[in-house]
């Protein structure tokens, strides 16, 4: 008789695996928040990791829509967007940001991973073809395979090879995409150039701006706007709000008939709960704030490069990066671990990015900078950092 592999036994390899290649993870349980600063263990540390970039997560108007907006409409959106949980708070900040970005028209999401899920599944089908940056975040990949259409990865910021991707399959329907801002190296995509090849070859430019809305470009309207481009160049752009918006869910704009087609067709949106009416009310106040406050963004991009020019100073290597993710890319996951052990007992935290978020021999520290830091807290990071690595370099 066949004798059928038993999943126990593969979870205890997988498990093993993962102990020997240092690749383990495990939560964080954090005990307090407080701006920039959480307590882990009992113990306060300066946050150098979340994605809060311009600190709406706690802002006192931001904190008080969500609270007025679940005392008056409960906390749950109760059924799925096509039932009964589209809730006029959904309505308006969708109406808000399509106006605001320039489309006709934007549908909301629980999180940014369900957004592209939903949005790629729906455009695309088996005989299209999908091509992407190599270093795509997770989801966008995942969308493109939930849509069963040929996936095509193209190395990372290389537009010409993107091109040549696309004219290798001439007879077939074409999503170019790519995030805006590269979520593990802070760089941006060339989008303009992206924008004339997917022109050229007559296919849909698709930008995920996760961590460009909000940060860069005019009132925070994120890469596209920096490249100069719009709905026009950029049929579809997602904008999760789980960053510089400080809340959850995402934003996906386009036409009234892709955005009509998502929102009828895509399993990721009719298979799901809507996300709540009050986390939709404090999203508007975070685009208002977002639109308004200028500051924070002038004041981020000054503590980056203040950071950077710390680092550079001493000589680490970071990568070319003007956005709030600073990656400091150190190779083995040992020493990614161990450089991030020495800034928690030094007082910061910033987590060690290892495979399979990043390729193998590329772990990294990804550190992210925050509107609402000090100086102090930045220059004190770069102290701790510069005696961490040195410190581990003398261990290895
Ligand atoms: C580029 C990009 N897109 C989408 C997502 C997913 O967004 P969410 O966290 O809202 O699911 C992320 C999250 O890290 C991201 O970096």
């Given amino acids: 008789m066949a004798s059928r592999p038993r999943l126990g036994d593969r979870l205890a390899a997988a498990l093993a695996a993962r102990d020997a290649a240092a690749t383990r993870r495990v ?11 959480v307590t882990l263990d009992g113990r306060e540390l300066v946050n150098f990791c979340s994605n809060d970039y311009l600190g709406l997560s706690q802002h006192l108007e931001v904190v008080s829509a969500f609270q007025e907006a679940s005392a008056n409409h409960g906390v749950g959106s109760t059924a799925s967007a096509l039932v009964c949980g589209h809730h006029e708070e959904h309505a308006l900040l969708e109406s808000e940001f399509a106006s605001w970005m320039g489309y006709e028209r934007a549908l909301y999401f629980g999180s940014g991973y369900l957004a592209n899920l939903a949005a790629m599944q729906s455009l695309l089908g088996p005989g299209d073809v ?17 849509a069963f259409c040929e996936l095509k990865r193209y190395p990372h910021r290389d537009a010409e090879a993107a091109l040549r991707q696309l004219m290798s399959e001439p007879e077939a329907a074409a999503v170019l995409a790519t995030d805006g801002v ?4 802070g760089d941006l995509a060339p989008l303009r150039d992206l924008a004339l090849l997917a022109r ?5 430019l698709y930008v995920d701006d996760a961590h460009g809305i909000g940060v860069i470009g005019p009132e925070g309207r994120g890469s596209i706007a920096v490249a100069g481009l719009g709905s026009r160049e950029v049929p579809v752009l997602v904008l999760p709000l789980g960053k510089a918006f400080g809340g959850q869910g995402a934003i996906v704009l386009g036409s009234n008939s892709v955005i009509g087609h998502i ?6 949106y009719l298979f799901t709960t809507a996300p709540p009416p009050a986390m939709a009310a404090a999203m508007r106040t975070s685009l208002r704030l977002v639109r308004a406050e200028s500051w924070r963004r002038a004041k981020l991009i000054s503590l980056v490069m203040r950071l950077r020019r710390r680092l550079l100073h001493d000589g680490l290597p970071l990568q070319e ?37 990043v390729a193998d021999g590329q772990a990294r520290l990804r550190i992210t900078v925050n509107a609402l830091h000090t100086e102090a807290e930045v220059d004190g990071l770069a102290a701790a950092l510069v005696r961490a690595c040195q410190q581990t370099l003398v261990e290895a």
Avoid at 327 to 356: C, K, T
């Fill in 130 to 146: 999908c091509v992407q940056d190599k270093l795509n975040h997770a989801c966008l990949l995942d969308g493109a395979r939930l």
């Fill in 200 to 204: 050229a070859q007559d296919a849909l």
């Fill in 27 to 37: 939560r964080r349980r954090i005990e307090a928040r407080n701006g920039t600063h």
């Fill in 182 to 185: 590269f979520s593990m190296d």
């Fill in 321 to 357: 990066s003007y956005s709030p993710i600073q990656p400091l890319v150190l190779g083995s996951n040992e020493r990614a671990l161990a450089v991030s052990a020495a800034l928690q007992e030094a007082g910061y935290l910033v987590g060690a990015i290892r495979p399979p978020t």
């Fill in 263 to 268: 929102a009828e067709t895509a399993r990721p």
